[in-house]
């Protein structure tokens, strides 16, 4: 059974920072592309970042320069660290687990993280 646990969502004021985790369990997760994604009230859900088993990132380019993907193959865990955070960034926030980069999302999904970016 495939599961995914996101945690590390709250509540932060604008240029704060979170960090937030996924992990994995029930999958090979060295061999999986993992994914940050993100969905606004009213809005598609969007890629944020994502990292692939041999460590290539990639970024929405609303957030470059301000939030970093990393893995820790070893735990199982994907991170997302958030830093000078916007009220624009505020959105439910998924981790997927793929086998490869799709332009259409597919693979396996957590339940979500709230993050809320506000003063």
């Known amino acids: 059974q495939v599961q995914l646990v996101e945690s590390g969502g709250g509540l932060v004021q604008p240029g704060g920072s979170l960090r937030l985790s996924c992990a994995a369990s029930?999958?090979?997760?060295?061999?999986?592309?993992m994914g940050w994604y993100r969905q606004a009230p009213g809005k598609q859900r969007e890629l944020v970042a994502d990292i692939t088993s041999g460590g290539s990132t990639n970024y929405a380019d609303s957030v470059k320069g301000r939030f970093t993907i990393s893995r820790d193959n070893a735990k199982n865990t994907v991170y997302l660290q958030m830093n000078s955070l916007k009220p624009e960034d505020t959105a439910v926030y998924y981790c997927?687990?793929?086998?490869?980069?799709?332009?259409?999302?597919?693979?396996?999904w957590g339940q979500g993280t709230q993050v809320t970016v506000s003063s």
């Open positions: 997927n687990a793929d086998l490869m980069r799709r332009v259409i999302p597919k693979g396996y």
């Open positions: 029930g999958i090979i997760f060295s061999a999986y592309v």
